[in-house]
């Protein structure tokens, strides 16, 4: 079946400026997890949505971060005011269940996004 | 806090033969499972193998089998009969019981040679 896709795979954008990135889970999931993979830092955890209940946004590193999950599946990830250290890799993963450590989270390709 | 060590930061291997990569963890909890990924150049992170920390056997997936020590909080994943499409980076990471995130390594880059 289909897997996690995301969009766009690239997004280069100016200094200041917002970008969405858009997150279409695994159908069936439950559980969406958004990751961030840059040179300096690997793979850091930003948020995860488990069915209706609150996201856990503990991960976001600055309140120019926001992301929704619209429906229980799509999921976008917003960046306000874009900065260089925003440029990086966002990758997006979906889960069956999203709470047993055995629940097995399947990744996207990602979005590339630079920023100028 | 959790913490994942991968302390090769490059690997080569011949092709056709085996290579382990090395993955040491850190955890007060005794529930928790613990992931190996691959991410080839074209960025896609790819699962790989899974084991348990209950998990009295070592986990195996075709070529990939987990080397599981508890006792020393090490997860190392073995990769017999290399073949040139292995080349890429793997990760390591872990899950604690209902956590939600992953916690990854830095990776280890692995090159194939023919």
């Known amino acids: 079946g289909a897997g996690v896709s995301q969009s766009p795979s690239n997004k280069v954008t100016e200094k200041g400026k917002d970008v969405e990135l858009r997150c279409d889970p695994i159908s069936g999931h439950t559980a969406l997890y958004w990751y961030r993979q840059s040179l300096g830092q690997g793979l850091e955890f930003l948020i995860y949505f488990q069915g209706n209940s609150a996201p856990d946004k503990s991960g976001l590193p600055s309140d120019r971060f926001s992301a929704e999950r619209t429906g229980g599946s799509v999921s976008t990830l917003t960046i306000q005011r874009t900065q260089q250290e925003d440029s990086a890799v966002y990758l997006c993963?979906?889960?069956?269940?999203?709470?047993?450590?055995?629940?097995?989270?399947?990744f996207g390709p990602g979005t590339r996004l630079t920023v100028l | 806090a959790q913490k994942i060590t991968q302390t090769q930061p490059g690997m080569f291997v011949q092709e056709k033969e085996a290579v382990t990569l090395d993955c040491t963890y850190d955890t007060s909890d005794q529930s928790y499972g613990l992931f190996w990924y691959k991410q080839p150049s074209s960025g896609e992170m790819i699962f790989l193998i899974y084991?348990?920390?209950?998990?009295?056997q070592n986990a195996t997936e075709g070529r990939y089998s987990l080397n599981f020590q508890k006792a020393r909080k090490s997860a190392n994943l073995v990769i017999s009969a290399s073949q040139l499409g292995d080349s890429a980076m793997y990760f390591c990471?872990?899950?604690?019981?209902?956590?939600?995130?992953?916690?990854f390594g830095a990776g280890t880059i692995l090159r194939v040679k023919s």
């Open positions: 084991q348990g920390s209950y998990d009295e």
């Open positions: 990471a872990m899950r604690m019981e209902y956590g939600n995130k992953l916690v």
């Open positions: 993963a979906s889960s069956p269940a999203g709470g047993p450590r055995t629940d097995t989270q399947y």
